[in-house]
Structure formats: C-alpha cells, structure tokens
C-alpha cells in the first residue's frame, strides 16, 4: 500500500485485451477525457466508446452522508472531496483504495476489468465499522472516447429490467449499458454540468462536460459486500462463469482474474499483458493508453520485449503472422485510423523493424526448441522478402535503395522516421534524405533476410562506413544527403545513432568510433529516464514538453527524452565495455534503476512515453506506452546473466 501523497498525480489502468480499459487518477477527480469506469472498444481493438465515466459515492450512517469520491467542477471548484478520506492506494493486482471515514468506518473499493471482457467489476467491503450504507451515483455519457459530452435532449433516461439486472441506452445507434448490482436502484434522472477535466485544459484541449445519470444503486454493507458489473450490452457468454448474481459473480471473477495474473509473472510481465490485445481473429499491440491505437512501428518494437522477452511467443508469432497479410508495395502500415477508413503507410522503419521483429521471433523459437510450421515459415519469408525487394526497387515516398546501397526516403510535407511530430504542414523533423537508424535497420534487415541479399548489404555497410562518421564532432551524422542533396549532412547529435552500436542484432560500428558514439550519447544526451532527442545547444533545442498541440508537437523531437531508446543506450554501453557482471552491475545502477522508480511516478507499473529534457524530467505525453514498457522488459533481461550470454552469441 502506498500514501495517497505519493500516488498524487499518478493514473492507474485496468485494460480488457479487446482494446477498451478502465483508468483514472489515484487520488482525487478525474483530469482526463479519456480517465472512465467502463471504456469499450466497439471494433477491437478501435473505435472506442466511453459509456460510464465514473460516479459519485457516499457512506451513510446515522442519517449523515460522507461522500468519498471526488469530482472537479469549472471553474475549478472540487466537490466532493472524497480523496480528504483515503489513506492508502495500492494498484497490485488492480486498483484498491482505503478510506477512513467517520464513525470509525474503515471502507476499501476495489475495481477490476476482467480479461478479454467489456466490462468491469467495482466491490466495496467494509473493514471496519458498523453497518452502514453505500449510495453511488453512476455518470453515463456514451460518447466517442476522444470527444466530450454535453447535455442534449436526445439522451434517454430510460431504465430497462429489474432487480438486480439492469440497462441503460442514452443513444440508439451506440451500445447499451447493462449493470448487475446486489442493490436497489432509485431512478432519478439528473443531469451533472460542467465537470472540468484539468489535464485536458494543460494541454490545450476542450475540458469541460455534461455527464448523466439516471439515477442512485443503494447496498446495505451490513449484509455483506456491495458488488457491481457493469458492461457494453449483455456479455454473460464473453464470462464464462455459471454463477448467477452479482454477489457471487463479482468475487468469482475476481479470483479468476487474480490467477490469470499471477500466472503472467513479475509486475513488469503483468503490466506487458495490457497491450497485447484482439485484431479480428488474431492478436496486435496498442501503442499505448489512453489514446494510441495499434500502430505498425510500435508494434513491432514493442513485441520484442512485451511478447519475445516474457516467452509469449504464441502471441508474437501470432501477431507476426497477421501482419504479413499487410504488406503493400513492400510496405507495412504505420496506423489504423481509430474511427475506421484505410490504414497509413507513412512510415519507413515499420517494415524494416518487422524484419527484425520476425528474425528475432525465429531465433526464438529456435533457442526454445520449438518448430515452426512450414506454412507459418513460408508466410514470414514471402512477407519479408516482399519488403526488402519493394524497398530495394523503390515504394512510396521516394523510398528505395540508392546507388551506394544505403536507403534514401522523403518527400516534403511527409513524416517517415519515427522523429514523425508534424502540425498541420509542419513536418517538425522531415529528416529526408538517409537518417542513421534507419540505414542501421536496413542493414540488419538485410542480414537477416538471407544470402540473396549479401551484395547489398556488402555495398551498403561500405557505404555506411565511409559516409556517416563526423570526424569533427567524433560521432555520427544523424542524416546524410539531406533533402536528397549528394554530399550534404546534418550534424545534430540525436540518439538515432545509437542503433548502430546497440538495440538490433548486429552492430555496424565497433572499436573506438563504436565508443566515442556512447560516449557522446551519455555526455550529451542520458537522463534518467532515458536520452534526450536532441542535445542542449542545439538548435531548436526544447527543455520541457508541454503547452497546446503546436507548443508540445514543436517539442516532440526536439530535446524530449524518450525511454524506448534506453535499451539501445544500455546495450550499446555494455557492446564497447564488455559484458562482464561488474559493468552489468554498473548499469544496472546507473541506468536501469531510476527507470524502474518511475514505475511509481506517472502510469503506475507502466513506463511513459516522454519525459522533459531537463531536472526533474517531468513524465508527459501518454503515461502508459508498450514500447517504454517492452524495451524496459528487454533491458532487464540484457542485463541478467541469461541475457547477457543470448545477446553476446547473437
């Protein structure tokens, strides 16, 4: 259990694997559009509908009411100020609260979104005290999860069913609310105006709105615990459990749940588990919660170390296998629209970290001692050769092979590079032309797509050699030819340049230059929370990610630190030192523990995707990002013995 000063500010998350979750701030209202009790994904894992957005509770005793939950309303006036009660948080296995209130009435509230389910379980228990009541008002809104609600007259109060089954739907065209409570129920319709939603109002967004409800369930809490579930329409087949009622439902799930979580292994497996979700018949990855979808780049990123580095690797295969369905004109998608229409391709290094994906996938299976079945082989093979040899000809973008080997890409007004902040037109890191990370994937993508390509890659690592290094600032170019310009170079220190020393399987630099490229990177770049994306006195350089859309855009690559390269960091560390336990040792101090501290700071068991570039290195952008939390799975392993000798024989 943690103090409710140490939670403040930080968000927990309880995600279905179908691509809807539950989450909210440890203490106090709700800040953002996206914090919900019941969140559904109506098209796995996109399209998602906030139906409940939270509720108002109260104890009553003696004839007087304590309310417990917090509401912010505009212009910034909290009431209830429920979170004065709570005197410890904790989010193992999911989220519980404990309350102290008057009386000597000791109440916890837990609250658990049960695996591959739309819905979520909330239990309340007194544990100490005598009988009292508990009152809860549900806030219905049945909205797009990236929109907000206001009051209109089409909303439906109505209250379909009885006893302890009920349901609600405000809108016709957008799925009802079924709610199973051992309660009793008043309807009551009332309408709850301008909720003020903080986070949203930092960041630029509209923050305010209207929510619903229809009206208050009522338990006893001297009869026993006071269980409820609610769900998007009627989902008794999706649970899968015989038992009937609310009382017996609730913990019955919950002990379910439980073991399937505890069988997931430490808390860092078990917080990889949330991104790993349903995509029609198989399986994807989220980018990230609250608002990414699955995204190409992230995906295959992130499947390293959420799926390859806990053993999950049915799931990897099997979102290895789905993809490769997708390749168009050697290209992968990048993102699948929310709202649905045709999938993006505008990304370079998507298909290329596919190929590294898939080869490390093989490798895998192989060390585990599995077979793949021929079928399954032959898929990933035709997939991957149709990438290398549509970038070897040239796709999209101006993408292809050049006459030195390397890959070239860009066009104006395009994002390609994983640098892809863009505003409007204002593509803020166009990076066109030969960016390092993406020669150092085309390399290895090369490698490993077999020997029909060895006098490419034998051209290309030339190439690589005589063209990248800046003997001036003793490290790597971070674009050569740029704007497709022969000869021209950008000179910015960037952390791309680590991907050719750490993070892929094979190294394109070693000995001093490998060295001097670390030692830049760890004097210029390293914080905490990993390296910054451009080095102090740069120019353009931005110390702290916040503002509206354009302010934080402007910023996104233009100093913020991003944590998923801190295993290319670590491992390019430990390639130009050696692997020994004494330098593992040292990394693990310097480098790995203050990234599992901050699993306590903003998305509780979960990694950020940003942080500021300068003291204190304030966590932004979203709190619960998969490939943060994989590449600090990745890192963990690199630097146990077990991980050190697999990658020192790869």
């Known amino acids: 259990m943690t103090t409710r000063r140490e939670v403040q500010g930080a968000e927990w998350l309880e995600a279905d694997g179908l691509g809807g979750f539950a989450s909210g701030p440890a203490v106090g209202p709700r800040t953002r559009r996206y914090h919900a009790l019941l969140l559904v994904s109506r098209r796995p894992p996109v399209d998602r509908t906030v139906l409940v957005n939270g509720f108002d509770a109260w104890i ?6 304590t309310a417990f939950s917090t509401q912010r309303y505009a212009p910034g006036v909290v009431y209830p100020s429920g979170h004065d009660h709570l005197v410890d948080f904790t989010h193992h296995p999911w989220p519980r609260w404990r309350f102290h209130l008057p009386g000597g009435i000791e109440l916890e509230q837990e609250i658990m979104v049960p695996h591959a389910s ?52 405000p809108y016709a065209s957008l799925p009802s ?154 290209m992968l998608p990048n993102r699948f629209i929310d709202q649905g229409g045709e ?45 290398l040899e549509g970038y070897a000809a040239g796709t999209r973008y101006g993408i292809r092979a050049d006459a030195d080997g390397l890959l070239r890409a860009g066009v104006p007004g395009v994002q390609l590079t994983w640098m892809d902040a863009r505003v409007g037109d204002w593509v803020v890191t166009p990076r066109i032309g030969k960016p390092i990370e993406i020669q150092a994937l085309w390399i290895n993508a090369l490698r490993a797509g077999g020997r029909r390509w060895d006098a490419l890659r034998s051209l290309a690592e030339a190439s690589f050699t005589a ?14 030819d740029v704007d ?72 996104y690559h233009m100093g913020t630190v991003w944590p998923w390269l801190a295993t290319a960091f670590v491992d390019a560390w430990l390639r ?31 990694v950020s995707e940003v942080a500021d570039a300068e003291a204190p290195f304030t966590p932004g952008g979203c709190p619960f990002q998969a490939w943060s939390v994989g590449e600090l799975l990745r890192l963990e392993g690199l630097l146990q013995e077990r991980g050190a000798l697999a990658l020192a024989r790869a």
Request: glycine share 10%; aromatic share 8%.
């Open 484 to 555: 497709h310009k022969p000869g021209t170079a950008d000179e910015s220190i960037r952390p791309n340049q680590l991907l050719a020393v750490g993070g892929l399987p094979w190294p394109l630099l070693s000995g001093p230059r490998a060295r001097a490229v670390v030692d830049v990177v760890e004097r210029e770049l390293w914080t905490p929370l990993g390296p910054r994306s451009l080095a102090p006195g740069e120019p353009g350089y931005v110390p702290h990610y916040r503002g509206n859309p354009v302010e934080r855009d402007g910023a």
């Open 343 to 387: 999938p993006e391709f505008n990304a370079v290094d998507a298909s290329l970290w596919y190929v590294i994906a898939a080869y490390e996938w093989l490798s895998a299976m192989r060390g585990a001692g599995r077979s793949v079945a021929t079928v399954e082989r032959a898929t990933l093979r035709d997939a991957v050769q149709a990438i």
């Open 118 to 169: 739309p819905a979520v379980c909330v239990r309340w228990r007194l544990l100490a005290g005598r009988s009292a009541r508990l009152i809860v008002r549900p806030f219905l809104s049945v909205r797009d999860a990236h929109a907000l609600h206001h009051e209109n007259g089409d909303f439906r109060f109505e209250c379909e069913g009885e006893g302890e089954r009920l349901s609600w739907r």
């Open 177 to 330: 609310i079924v709610s199973l409570a051992n309660a009793s129920y008043d309807h009551d319709p009332q309408w709850y105006r301008r909720f003020r939603l903080a986070e949203e109002a930092a960041r630029g967004f509209d923050a305010e709105e209207d929510l619903a409800s229809p009206g208050g369930l009522t338990w006893d809490l001297g009869t026993g615990d006071a269980c409820w579930l609610l769900s998007a329409g009627n989902v008794d087949e999706a649970l899968e459990v015989p038992v009937r009622g609310a009382g017996r439902l609730v913990p019955t799930l919950m002990a379910r749940e439980r073991a399937r979580r505890e069988a997931l292994g430490a808390p860092l497996a078990r917080a990889a588990d949330a991104y790993v979700v349903k995509r029609g018949a198989g399986k994807s990855i989220i980018a990230g919660y609250p608002w990414f979808t699955d995204w190409g780049r992230d995906t295959f990123i992130a499947l390293r170390g959420l799926c390859l580095a806990t053993g999950r690797l049915d799931d990897a295969g099997g979102i290895l296998l789905g993809w490769a369905g997708e390749v168009s004109q050697g």
């Open 60 to 65: 009553e005793r003696g004839g007087e009411r």
């Open 467 to 480: 063209r990248f290094w800046n003997e001036e600032r003793g490290c790597l170019f971070d674009v050569i």
């Open 576 to 606: 130009v030192r050696g692997r020994q336990a004494r330098h593992r040792a040292e990394a693990r101090t310097r480098f790995l523990e203050p990234l599992l501290a901050h699993l306590d700071a903003a998305g509780l068991g979960h």
